[in-house]
């Protein structure tokens, strides 16, 4: 079973510009998350979608936004980029996300961002 | 809120050492704990879990067992090796609290010499 895919792998955008990065769950996994890791602030969550709705969000200002289809493929999207948006950005997936104590989040590989 | 707390690093040990990395964690609900591994330019593993008291996740010679009473999940492992280089993140997902997202500790960056 193929797990999940992450692209691009790297990016490099400036300051102002806009970003969408997309993400592929193992398939049969309807729970999408998102996480920022940074080297100052370690491992974030962003948000999390199940069957298209957005059901969690972390702590982070409207310029991340996000997106699951009915396929599960979800998309974030962060608009004016600011330096401090350089991060690798990771994607997990799982079957149904934490309405089950024995569910697992699986990762993808993340996408490099650097914004310059 | 839930946290984690885990052993700052680096470590570094030579081949064929005992490794034991320390996590605790505070948590409202009923948590599973989990450690992920993430190797050089690479995203996160999954290591092991355990998803209640006193149960032990195991998995290439690593092992934790999920404590209550003293709120820990430390990780181990008898005899590390070169290729167990890598940074370990403890981290648990609380299913009375908020739902689909872990919460990670700080992670702890383990050198092996040979």
């Known amino acids: 079973k193929a797990g999940v895919t992450q692209t691009p792998r790297y990016l490099i955008k400036t300051r102002g510009q806009q970003v969408t990065l997309s993400c592929s769950p193992i398939s049969g996994h309807r729970s999408v998350s998102w996480y920022q890791q940074t080297p100052g602030q370690g491992l974030q969550f962003l948000f999390e979608y199940f069957s298209e709705t957005q059901r969690n969000k972390g702590n982070f200002p409207g310029r991340f936004s996000g997106r699951q289809f009915s396929n599960s493929r979800s998309e974030m999207n962060v608009s004016t980029l600011e330096l401090g948006d350089s991060a690798l950005y990771l994607c997990a997936s799982s079957l149904v996300g934490g309405l089950a104590d024995t569910d697992t989040q699986y990762f993808g590989p993340g996408t490099r961002l650097t914004v310059l | 809120g839930d946290s984690v707390t885990q052993m700052e690093g680096p470590v570094t040990l030579s081949e064929e050492a005992f490794l034991t990395i320390n996590c605790t964690y505070t948590?409202?609900?009923?948590?599973?704990l989990f450690w992920y591994v993430q190797y050089p330019g690479e995203g996160l593993q999954l290591l092991l879990k355990?998803?209640?008291?006193?149960d032990k996740g195991s998995n290439k010679g690593f092992e934790a067992t999920y404590r209550k009473e003293t709120t820990s999940f430390h990780l181990e492992k008898g005899s590390v090796q070169v290729s167990d280089s890598a940074v370990y993140f403890c981290?648990?997902?609380?299913?009375?609290?908020?739902?689909?997202?872990?919460?990670f500790g700080k992670g702890t960056k383990l050198s092996v010499k040979p």
């Open positions: 948590a409202t609900g009923y948590p599973s």
């Open positions: 981290a648990l997902m609380d299913y009375g609290g908020s739902q689909g997202n872990l919460i």
């Open positions: 355990a998803t209640k008291a006193d």
